[in-house]
């Protein structure tokens, strides 16, 4: 198991780096961190650490390789929950690697999830199958997002393709919407990111958003700049505000919208120098409790001059 792997620092220890959680005019845009970054610590820890740089909640891996791994999620998820709890912060929103109802996870991850109150779950990504054109792909895929959202509704929980730049389904909007259209939005949508919409329709990503706004329940949030290296220009990952990201432009629209529903802060840059990766647990500790207070303060300050 991942988290009996990790590491634990006192809670005493980390007391002196707590922030107060972000404050919104609308509840339902509660600010969450993915998980993915903090696998080195334990439950305990991460909850500490993430309560401890002020967010409101976390977005937990339960996938593979996550912080609870699908096959003991029974056991593990009750255990990560109640520990996030205990810090003060929510759960309201998991990561997984689910594709489709009949998976042999799938319905004991939901039905567990559900049973803790988590509301929200993103789904796993999908290949294109290169023997068949786009559309016949997606009306191949249709029956198994039909039976999936059947099982939402069952268990009362809404998942969420996202949308992420590459050749995969997903990576256009486009084809996300088109799996979706006939589907109730309450059960199955999309996690809307706007990092990847930005990668993929540097200015289109506005159509795409109108497009898919009905499906969206919770959406991603981080940044992204170009770079060339290697003898090709390639997206790199950024701190927020430090990027190509139309963020001004995208909080307005989510305003006018209404979109509302969990944030998920990805940290997908470096947090360490290559020096720090040897460092002290409470050295490693602060560096990313600074980090990530850094990207929340960018952030705060982003939706408060769009008044959300």
């Known amino acids: 198991m991942i988290a009996a792997a990790g590491v634990h620092l006192p809670v005493s220890a980390m007391a002196r780096f707590r922030t107060e959680p972000m404050k919104t005019q609308n509840d339902q845009r509660k600010i969450h961190v993915f998980s993915k970054p903090l696998q080195w610590l334990d439950y305990e820890a991460m909850a500490e650490t993430v309560a401890a740089a002020g967010f409101d909640g976390v977005d937990l891996t339960v996938r593979p390789g996550g ?59 999908i290949d294109y199958d290169a023997a068949l054109g786009i559309i016949e792909n997606l009306e191949k895929l249709k029956p198994r997002f039909r039976d999936l959202a059947a099982l939402n509704q069952h268990y009362q929980i809404h998942g969420a393709y996202q949308n992420h730049a590459s050749v995969k389904v997903g990576g256009p909007v486009w084809d996300i919407w088109y799996l979706l259209r006939d589907l109730d939005p309450r059960w199955l949508g999309c996690q809307y990111d706007v990092r990847h919409a930005t990668v993929e329709g540097a200015n289109s990503w506005v159509l795409g958003l109108k497009l898919i706004s009905a499906h969206i329940k919770t959406t991603v949030i981080k940044d992204f700049k170009w770079t060339h290296r290697e003898g090709a220009w390639r997206e790199e990952s950024c701190p927020l505000g430090e990027g190509m990201v139309d963020f001004n432009k995208y909080f307005s629209m989510v305003k006018a919208m209404n979109l509302a529903g969990p944030l998920s802060v990805h940290f997908e840059y470096p947090i360490f120098e290559t020096s720090e990766e040897n460092a002290s647990l409470s050295a490693k500790t602060q560096k990313v409790i600074a980090v990530m207070q850094k990207d929340l303060q960018t952030l705060r300050g982003m939706m408060m001059q769009a008044e959300l």
């Open 67 to 125: 912080h609870v791994l699908p096959e003991r999620v029974q056991d593990d998820l009750p255990r990560a929950v109640a520990a996030i709890r205990q810090a003060g912060l929510r759960v309201e929103m998991i990561t997984t690697a689910i594709a489709e109802a009949r998976e042999a996870q799938t319905e004991s991850i939901l039905k567990t999830a559900s049973a803790l109150g988590i509301q929200y779950y993103r789904m796993g990504w």
